[in-house]
T-cell receptor, first 113, second 115 residues
């Protein structure tokens, strides 16, 4: 089955700095890679996703890159703000079948004002 | 609120009791997933429904767990003879079920504490 590794487990930055979270996956059949933000006590919310036919996607301060050859993808947050503080999860999902995603263990991002 | 809803939000029970959780997906979403999340971990897949059919179950799902989606709308997850190791957040997610990709929308979860 799929195995998703996520690093770092904790990331502490100053407001205004950039933050990068990296994930690797093992199954070459995975072709959809969502990122979720989960604030304390709340539901995971999709913030950005990338499909295997593109290498990069950007949405305002958030960007995701995908390297299918190396089987890794990354989340980039620029100009971080205190409200970006949360746990971020990456996931890898196959196309077809049950589309069941495998999640990373999460990165706790702390943005200090 | 037109998002995924789950009830109850919190459940405290004694070991050995049965509990049942409910998930109401986004209207017209025909895929529904149950996950379990423990502290410091990402969501772990438990089971998946396409409409009313339960198509896949994780090996994590012991025979004490059962899930239904009788009319292809809401779903229930029942845990029989609860154990302390069942304490976790149980998340439900739904997705439209169209296209080649699977954007999932999560509910707020049910936090189970087994004493």
């Amino acid at each position: 089955g799929e195995n998703v590794e996520q690093h770092p487990s904790t990331l502490s930055v100053q407001e205004g700095d950039s933050a990068v979270i990296k994930c690797t996956y093992s199954d070459s059949a995975s072709n959809y890679f969502p990122w979720y933000k989960q604030e304390l006590g709340k539901r995971p919310q999709l913030i950005i996703d990338i499909r295997s036919n593109v290498g990069e996607k950007k949405d305002q301060r958030i960007a995701v890159t995908l390297n299918k050859t190396a089987k890794h993808f990354s989340l980039h947050i620029t100009e971080t703000q205190p409200e970006d503080s949360a746990v971020y999860f990456c996931a890898a999902s196959p196309s077809g079948g049950s589309y069941i995603p495998t999640f990373g263990r999460g990165t706790s991002l702390i943005v200090h004002p | 609120d037109t998002g995924v809803s789950q009830n109850p939000r919190h459940k405290i029970t004694k070991r050995g009791q049965n509990v049942t959780f409910r998930c109401d997906p986004i209207s017209e979403h025909n895929r529904l997933y149950w996950y379990r999340q423990t502290l410091g971990q990402g969501p772990e897949f438990l089971t998946y429904f396409q409409n009313e059919a339960q198509l896949e179950k994780s090996r994590l799902l012991s025979d004490r767990f059962s899930a239904e989606r009788p009319k292809g709308s809401f779903s229930t997850l029942e845990i029989q003879r609860t154990e302390q190791g069942d304490s976790a957040m149980y998340l439900c997610a739904s997705s439209p079920g169209s296209g080649d990709y699977n954007e999932q929308f999560f509910g707020p979860g049910t936090r189970l504490t087994v004493l």
